[in-house]
């Protein structure tokens, strides 16, 4: 009786390093997106106004931005889980060099989020302006209370904006400025804004009716990406579990008294069965990266 005892506990800590594991490739993975949206949704999915956040929204912004930036080192604190659990270095070395990849990752994901939400500002920019000129505005002031009212951020607008910004309160050259604009990545639709603008300059024609049509092409445009993306999230999912899988053998291999850590972190079969499976592990995802990103592009 006594011999079945530590068969039955071993997997207590290594389920606790699985289950660590999986806490921080969720949080590295952003896993609280879909309460963030599902709240968007809720909110009515309009555009976004911004207010001005009060000190203590401040207060959290500034820690969820310092906590995003150490998301990375998370990698570092599961090797050294795995390696107390394990009694090896190998752990240690695997996630600290795993930390610049997962960085990397990160930024281009902030990227990608930074270019989404440009566009859907450029989209609200345009229905906004159209708002202000049937309302009487002057071009010029519609285009100016239109920024005001949808660009969003705590820093309020940036260079681009701020530029074709001052352009429309201040008569400069507004097209040239919303040319500039469109160079920043997801703000392409300015470039259409500002042939609009210079049409209805130089030929009379509608502004009102030209920013009206590019919103409706360019609120299609999103719908379609949107779509795009919600049909291969399944995709995803599948190379997630696919890829957390190993984690999942380690466990029932553990709970049938192999023992694969050791095997892995203290035996030359190990090495190399370790070393085999993360090579195959990433270009399976860079695989499914590259299959998912093809199809939403």
């Not at 963030?36 to 912004?61: C, N, Q, Y």
């Not at 659990?85 to 930024?107: E, H, K, M, N, Q």
């Not at 260079?159 to 400025?177: K, R």
């Not at 190379?239 to 553990?254: C, E, F, Q, R």
Request: proline share 5%; with cysteine; glycine share 18%.
């Amino acid at each position: 009786m006594s011999g079945g005892g530590p068969a039955v506990l071993m997997p207590v800590p290594v389920f606790a390093g699985v289950l660590c594991a999986g806490a921080a490739a969720w949080v590295l993975a952003g896993g609280d997106g879909t309460s963030r949206r599902a709240r968007v949704v809720l909110a009515g999915g309009g555009p976004v106004v911004s207010h001005g956040p009060g000190p203590w929204e401040r207060l959290v912004i500034g820690a969820r931005v310092r906590a995003a930036a150490r998301r990375e080192w998370g990698c570092l604190g599961v090797g050294l889980l795995v390696a107390l659990l394990g009694g090896s270095v190998i752990p240690v070395v695997l996630g600290a060099a795993a930390v610049p990849l997962v960085r990397r990752w990160l930024r281009a994901r902030e990227r990608e989020r930074a270019r989404t939400a440009r566009a859907a500002e450029v989209v609200a920019l345009c229905g906004a302006a159209v708002g202000e000129l049937r309302a009487g505005a002057q071009p010029g002031q519609a285009l100016t209370a239109a920024i005001r009212r949808t660009v969003s951020g705590p820093g309020g607008p940036g260079g681009a904006e701020a530029g074709v910004l001052a352009a429309a309160a201040f008569g400069g050259d507004v097209p040239e400025a919303l040319r500039l604009a469109a160079r920043e990545p997801g703000a392409e639709g300015l470039a259409g804004m500002a042939a609009c603008w210079r049409v209805s300059v130089d030929g009379g024609a509608g502004l009102a009716a030209g920013l009206d049509r590019l919103e409706g092409a360019l609120r299609a445009e999103r719908d379609r990406r949107e779509s795009l993306r919600s049909q291969l999230a399944g995709a995803r999912s599948t190379a997630v579990v696919l890829a957390l899988l190993p984690l999942v053998g380690l466990l029932i291999g553990t709970g049938l008294g192999a023992d694969p850590l050791r095997v892995l972190l203290h035996t030359p079969v190990g090495w190399g069965c370790l070393l085999t499976g993360g090579v195959l592990e990433a270009l399976g995802l860079l695989w499914c990266r590259r299959i998912v990103r093809a199809g939403e592009w």
